[in-house]
C-alpha cells in the first residue's frame, strides 16, 4: 500500500468523526447571532421582516419578538447536544439515547425543510442565469433585492440543518455497534445491497425525472403561449410582465435536473460520456451526484411544505389542473429524488475504508 493511500483512506475515515464538532460550531455561532438580535431587536429575517413578506414560509406564524430568543435556546441546545454526539462520548442510557436522537432529527429536520422555504429552491433554478447574465444585465433584476439576509440564513440553516443530521446519523450508528462511516453491521443485507437498491433505485429515479419533467412542460406551454391549465387572460398578463420567462428559466432548470436525475441509474452516471473533452470514460466521483442531488431533494421538500399552506396556492389554475397537478406531486418528487440518491449511493460505496464491510 502506498503513502497516498493512507493518507486518503485516513482523511475518508475519519470525517464523520468532525461532523459533530462541525455542527456544534455552526449551530453555536447562529445561536449566538440569535440571541444577539434578541438583545438588540435587529437581525431577524422572518414573518414581516423578510422583505419578500414570508408568506410561504412557516415561520410567518411565529410572532417576530418570539422568534430570535426561540431559535436562540433551540440552536445553543442543540449545539450543545451536538456535542454530547462527539467521537469521544460515551455510551448512554437508553432512554437518554433516545432523548438526544429525537431531539437532534427534529432540529435538523426544522432547520433543513421548515426554516427555508420556494425562494431557496427558486434561487437554485435562476442562479444559471442570474450569474451567466450578470455582465450583461439580463435579467432587469435589482440583485440587492435578490440576494437578501433573509436568504442567507435560509441557506445557512439549511446548511446548519444537514450538518446536524450528519452528526446525529453518526452518532446514532456508533451507538448500536453499526460502522459510522457506511452504517453496516455484521450480517446487514437484505433492501440495502447493491443488487437490491439497483431494483428500486430505478424506480425511484424514474419517478423524480417524471415529476419535474411534468412541471416544466407547463412551463414551456406558457413561454409558447399556450394556455395549459391557467386562464388565457391571466396567461396574457404573465407575456406582458415578463414573468412568463422566469417560469420558464424554472422549467429549463426542472428539465436539466430530470435529465440528471436519470444519470442516477444510467452508465453515464458512474462513468463520464466519450464527448466530455479531458473527462471521457473517467468513474464519475460518488459525492458529485450524491451532493448536489441530496440539496435538490431538500429543496423540493422545503418548498413544498411552505407552498402547500399558503391560499394563494391552491387557487393555482382555478384549483386542480394540469397547472396545479405537477406541483401537487413535489412531495413525492422529494422523497423519490431522495429515495434515488441513496440507492446510487448504496450501488457504488463498494468495500468501507473504515471497516473493511462490503
Not at 37 to 60: Q, S
Not at 77 to 85: N, W
Not at 153 to 177: E, H, N, S
Request: include cysteine.
Amino acid at each position: 500500500m502506498t503513502t497516498t493511500d493512507v493518507h486518503t483512506r485516513s482523511r475518508t475515515s475519519r470525517w464523520p468523526d468532525r461532523l459533530a464538532p462541525l455542527a456544534a460550531g455552526w449551530l453555536g455561532l447562529w445561536g449566538v447571532l440569535a440571541l444577539l438580535a434578541t438583545i438588540t431587536g435587529a437581525g431577524y429575517p422572518f414573518g414581516a421582516n423578510d422583505p419578500r413578506g414570508g408568506g410561504a414560509n412557516l415561520l410567518r406564524l411565529v410572532p417576530v419578538d418570539l422568534g430570535p430568543p426561540l431559535f436562540a435556546g433551540v440552536l445553543l441546545t442543540a449545539a450543545v447536544a451536538a456535542l454530547a454526539m462527539g467521537p469521544a462520548a460515551v455510551q448512554p442510557p437508553g432512554p437518554l439515547r433516545g432523548v438526544l436522537l429525537g431531539y437532534g432529527w427534529a432540529v435538523a429536520f426544522v432547520l433543513a425543510v421548515v426554516v427555508p422555504d420556494y425562494i431557496v429552491l427558486a434561487t437554485l433554478g435562476y442562479a444559471p442565469i442570474l450569474l451567466v447574465g450578470a455582465p450583461f444585465g439580463w435579467p432587469p433584476v435589482d440583485y440587492a433585492e435578490v440576494f437578501t439576509w433573509a436568504l442567507f440564513v435560509k441557506f445557512a440553516a439549511m446548511a446548519g440543518g444537514l450538518l446536524l443530521a450528519g452528526a446525529v446519523l453518526t452518532w446514532q450508528r456508533r451507538t448500536a455497534g453499526a460502522c459510522v462511516t457506511c452504517g453496516r453491521r455484521d450480517g446487514d443485507r437484505g433492501w440495502t445491497s447493491a443488487a437490491a437498491a439497483a431494483r428500486w433505485g430505478r424506480w425511484a429515479a424514474w419517478t423524480a425525472a417524471a415529476i419535474p419533467f411534468g412541471y416544466a412542460l407547463t412551463r414551456f406551454a406558457w413561454a409558447v403561449g399556450v394556455p395549459l391549465g391557467i386562464d388565457p387572460g391571466f396567461l396574457d398578463e404573465m407575456h406582458r410582465t415578463g414573468q412568463v420567462w422566469a417560469g420558464a428559466g424554472l422549467g429549463a432548470f426542472a428539465t436539466v435536473g430530470a435529465v440528471l436525475t436519470l444519470g442516477l441509474v444510467q452508465r453515464w452516471g458512474e462513468r463520464f460520456p466519450r464527448w466530455l473533452p479531458g473527462l471521457a470514460g473517467r468513474t464519475v466521483p460518488v459525492k458529485l451526484a450524491v451532493v448536489p442531488a441530496t440539496l435538490v431533494a431538500v429543496a423540493v421538500t422545503a418548498a413544498t411544505l411552505g407552498l402547500f399552506t399558503i391560499p394563494e396556492f391552491w387557487q393555482l389554475g382555478g384549483g386542480f389542473s394540469s397547472a396545479s397537478a405537477p406541483m401537487l406531486l413535489w412531495p413525492l418528487w422529494g422523497v423519490a429524488l431522495g429515495a434515488a440518491t441513496y440507492a446510487y449511493w448504496l450501488r457504488r460505496r463498494g468495500a468501507c475504508r473504515r471497516c473493511g464491510r462490503g
